[in-house]
């Protein structure tokens, strides 16, 4: 795959793990990049690059659905709950890097929203 997809990848870890209270790690028994805040799932992310190379992220319902029709490359969320949760393909040239990092921080404060607020004064 690509060197481009290898620098996404990097490019949205680095993102995610910069967001107050977040860490990124490997999940093994997922195979995955998790995106984390306070133990609550806010993405998930392919770790290698390679053709069917994802990333998934909370939406709001009519956000989600809007963006499965504007473009092919979103879908419902792999493995989550197809209301809440897109994936969207990495080899995409639908959605530029900046729109998706975008994306990460919008998911990333839908789910902070719903972190208990003795736990959000910690982040």
Known sequence: MSQSMIERI???KKAA??????????????????????????????PEAKEDAMITLKGGPEKNDLLREQYSDVI????????HWNSIKLETDQLTDDEIEHLIVESYHLVYKNVPKKNRDHI
């Open 17 to 46: 793990d910069q967001l107050q209270g977040a860490k990124v790690y490997y999940r093994e028994e997922w195979d995955v990049y998790y995106f984390d805040l306070m133990g609550k799932m806010f993405g998930l992310m392919t």
């Open 76 to 83: 419902p969320g792999y493995h989550t709950n197809k209301v």
């Open 10 to 12: 990097d490019r949205f």
